[in-house]
């Protein structure tokens, strides 16, 4: 029984990173300065912030809130770390939160969404202190992170303690292979129950949204390109500005497990945000793959 209840969950082993089968959340990630956002219940959430290398205080930087994958199961921070040490190189400060999960903390997605609000909050209230522009917050995740980052547009999900009069909208959208329709026409919808059509991002559209790119592999089974492409129009028809990514034969979370896709998609994002004003010049190149970001504990 153990072994066949280890291949069901096997799929969302792969959306999360490797440290995410241990025991204790993350409390620090080697190269970022790691600071309480939220404490609700007995869950203490750390938002794990990277700042480029000439950071001041007194900057005024934009700023992208990136979230991890898991199907809202597990996962932790650290999925992002690669992705999060290029985009400070590139100016920009990024924050990884922690949110709570099923497996963690017993949660629903809804409460997910209330954790990831609190978080873009955090970072727009705390915005002087790291030198952050507050006018430029980016949201960005993968799969159910990519879900949670289009979900901060959602009206009406919000946590009975939140401070709906400080924004937590996004400026602009960087989606991964993200979870887009949480109905029966979607991905779990049993997991949202009667909030299922309230809390999908495909059916919420409206004009007057941001910007967004969103990326997804034509192969992905998990996670179906389709979504991405009925939301894309969706934005398109609202007059909102989002562009899709399509890459041929490639399933989900190809761009965290694959070199070239890594590459490409940040490539890509860099130039979105570029286009946005935000970063200049040409992207960089990314740290080499065989070049490990050091995990919790690693030096």
Known sequence: MLRTLSLVWLPLLLLGSAVAQQPERVREIPGARSVVYREVGEAVLRAHVFLPPDHRASDRRPAMVMFFGGSWERGDPTQFARHATYFASRGMVVVLPDYRTRQYHGRSPLDCVADAKAALRWTRVHADDWGIDPARIAAAGGSAGGYLAAALLLDGIEAADAD?????????????????????????????????????????????????????????????????????????????????????KQGHGFYIRKPVYYTKAVHEADRFLAGLGWLRGEPTTPPPFEQKIPRVGES
């Open 164 to 248: 709906t009069t400080i924004s937590c909208r996004p400026d602009a959208l960087v989606l991964f292979n993200p979870v887009l329709d949480t109905t029966p026409t979607g991905f779990r919808t049993e997991k949202f129950g009667d909030s299922a059509q309230a809390a999908s991002p495909v059916h919420n559209v409206r004009p007057g949204m941001p910007p967004a790119i969103v990326f997804h592999g034509k192969a992905d089974k998990l996670v179906p390109c389709e979504q991405a492409e009925r939301y894309v129009a969706a934005m398109l028809a609202a007059g909102n500005d989002c562009r899709l990514l399509s890459y041929e």
